[in-house]
């Protein structure tokens, strides 16, 4: 027929005590002893059969029995206790998973593997038969609360907690006692809401982080506008700077970058600032160009240059006040000159005046005497 025999084992019931017990046991051996196999028949068509172990129900207020699967003892100083495993068949297409389950004398629990580390606890490898792909999935109870987490544990009540809540989102949070907060408290240091857009924080193989952008271009690329409610400080010590050089031509150079209002397409903001194109004709040090071709101005450097033009303008300034002060010298000069010569011919016309009429009177005597 199609379907093969079957084989049943049982003992008889007990009446007023407990029932009797089946052992199966091989024989000792000098070198070995021998092994026992448990194997379902196979089948043509079908499905293959099951193997079921289980412990006997308690029908009356005992507890129910235990199912105990045990490595052998080693009483050897230099060999080791026999492990464990667990193993699913596999499908000669490739269509099922699987599955493997180990535990080792070290108390190492493998998945994926006859060998898990000793190192860790939990050792899973591998994944499944089609992508290969290793996934691990904690998932809470249908009580409302929907919450899953890891505790990574060190020594005493510290710890890390990492959990998620269906309504609230992932959390990470250090413990030092008590029960972490769900991942919706804001006391958390990180956490990540339901909601968050794609690329919310994106970090690369290279180190480069983005936030917003899956693609970032600099160690912190930022896309859309950032918020600092502290100064950021840039490390400008002397002794990690070379070939130090004051700007030249500052004021000159300044003068030939246009300021700008604009604002980024696909926003109505208006922005103040400065086109990199322009910036780079006069000072290409304070532009940078990415992969992409993409210009970026340094603002920071863009201010020093200010600050010798302002000096610059300072300078001239007071070259200027210098000059002005010169000329209101010369002024008072000459004017104090010219004061001194409308005195003199002041005098000279009234010592004139005086001489013709002398001249006069005496014409006019000596005609008469």
């Known amino acids: 027929g199609k379907t093969g025999g079957h084989l049943f084992m049982e003992t008889g019931p007990g009446l007023s005590g407990r029932s009797g017990d089946i052992a199966i046991k091989t024989g000792q051996g000098s070198t070995s002893a021998g092994s026992i196999f448990i194997d379902a028949g196979s089948s043509e068509e079908g499905s293959g059969s099951d193997i079921r172990i289980g412990a006997g129900a308690s029908l009356g207020n005992g507890d129910g029995g235990n199912v105990l699967i045990s490595g ?97 989102g992932f959390s990470i949070q250090y413990k030092e006692s008590g029960t972490p907060q769900q991942a919706g408290e804001r006391r958390i240091p990180f956490v990540i809401e339901p909601g968050s857009p794609d690329n919310a924080l994106f970090i690369k193989s290279n180190g480069y982080v983005g936030i917003g952008t899956n693609d970032p271009l600099y160690k912190l690329d930022v896309h859309g506008q950032a918020r600092f409610t502290r100064n950021i400080l840039v490390t400008s010590d002397i002794r990690k700077k070379e070939n130090i050089a004051v700007v030249p031509n500052a004021l000159e150079n300044l003068m030939k970058i246009r300021s700008v209002t604009f604002n980024y397409i696909g926003e109505d903001k208006t922005t103040y600032g400065y086109i990199a194109q322009d910036v780079e004709k006069v000072f290409p040090d304070l532009v940078t160009t990415d992969s992409k071709g993409f210009k970026a101005v340094d603002y920071a450097g863009v201010s020093s240059v200010m600050v010798e033009a302002i000096k610059e303008q300072q300078r001239e300034i007071r070259e200027n006040e210098e000059m002005l002060n010169e000329f209101k010298q010369d002024f008072e000069l000459e004017k104090d000159l010219l004061k001194s010569l409308n005195d003199n011919v002041a005098n000279y016309l009234i010592l004139g005046a005086v001489g013709f009429f002398l001249l006069i009177l005496t014409v006019i005597l000596s005609r008469k005497y």
């Open 72 to 168: 052998g003892q080693s009483n050897g100083n230099s060999s080791s206790g026999g492990s464990v495993y667990l193993m699913s068949g596999k499908a000669e297409n490739g269509k099922n998973s699987v599955g493997l389950l180990s535990i080792s004398d070290t108390k190492s629990v493998g998945i994926g593997t006859y060998t898990p580390d000793e190192s860790y606890a939990l050792d899973i490898q591998g994944g499944t038969a089609t992508n290969r792909a290793t996934l691990m999935r904690l998932q809470g109870d249908d009580n409302g609360e929907g919450f899953s987490g890891v505790e990574l544990w060190g020594n005493s009540s510290r710890r890390w907690v990492i959990n998620h809540q269906s309504d609230n």
